[in-house]
Each structure stands twice: as C-alpha cells, then as structure tokens.
C-alpha cells in the first residue's frame, strides 16, 4: 500500500501564497509523476501540476506563471508553491501519484485524502 499524506492547505487572501506538500510512504520501487489536481464545488476534477521523477513539469494554462511544482526524490515529496492566488483558485486541491510498488508491477493511480485551499477576494 501506499499513503499520501498532504499539507500546506488554508485560507488566503487574494494575491497570497501557499505551500502545498504531499509526501508519499509505503511499498514504493519507483515514484514516475507526482502533482497535484484541484476540485472546485459542482466542478471536475482538473490538472494543476505535474512533475515526472526528472523534473518535467507541466502546468495548467491557468496557473501558469503563478505556481510552481517541484519534488525531493530522496523524501519521495511533491511541493507546489502558489503565488498570486485568486478566488477561483478556490478548491480541494488532491496530491496524485503514478507509483510502481515492484519491479515487475504495473503503474498504479494513488491520491491523497485532499486539502482545502481558500482564497478570499
């Protein structure tokens, strides 16, 4: 099993910052991408970043320019910094990882239990 446990979430005023980190533990032979998906109420699930285990990125059009995602493979974390937050960055933001938990095994989907990420205009 693999856990991934999220942090960094909470209320913001327009124009703040927040440090979002997702650190994943357990049976783990390989990380491949790590990022993070936003939910907003009545909305889809959608992309925000992503970074595979070299450190290609990719962003959201929305948030481009205005957050950045990195990663420490050593501790298996995943952090996106947000700068400039607007109120429809408003969300449940959930941690996501493409893990191998064995040599031979397929990849598998884990997410987070999710953080709330309030920005007040």
């Known amino acids: 099993q693999v856990q991934l446990v999220e942090s960094g979430g909470g209320l913001v005023q327009a124009g703040g910052s927040l440090r979002l980190s997702c650190a994943a533990s357990?049976?783990?032979?390989?990380?491949?991408?790590m990022g993070w998906y936003r939910q907003a109420p009545g909305k889809q699930r959608e992309l925000v970043a992503v970074v595979t285990d070299g450190g290609d990125a990719t962003f959201a059009d929305s948030v481009k320019g205005r957050f950045t995602i990195s990663r420490d493979n050593a501790k298996n974390t995943v952090y996106l910094q947000m700068n400039s937050l607007k109120p429809e960055d408003t969300a449940v933001y959930y941690c996501?990882?493409?893990?191998?938990?064995?040599?031979?095994?397929?990849?598998?989907?884990?997410w987070g239990q999710g953080t709330q990420v309030t920005v007040s205009s």
């Open positions: 357990g049976s783990i032979f390989s990380l491949n991408v």
């Open positions: 996501n990882a493409l893990v191998k938990i064995s040599e031979f095994s397929p990849l598998s989907v884990y």
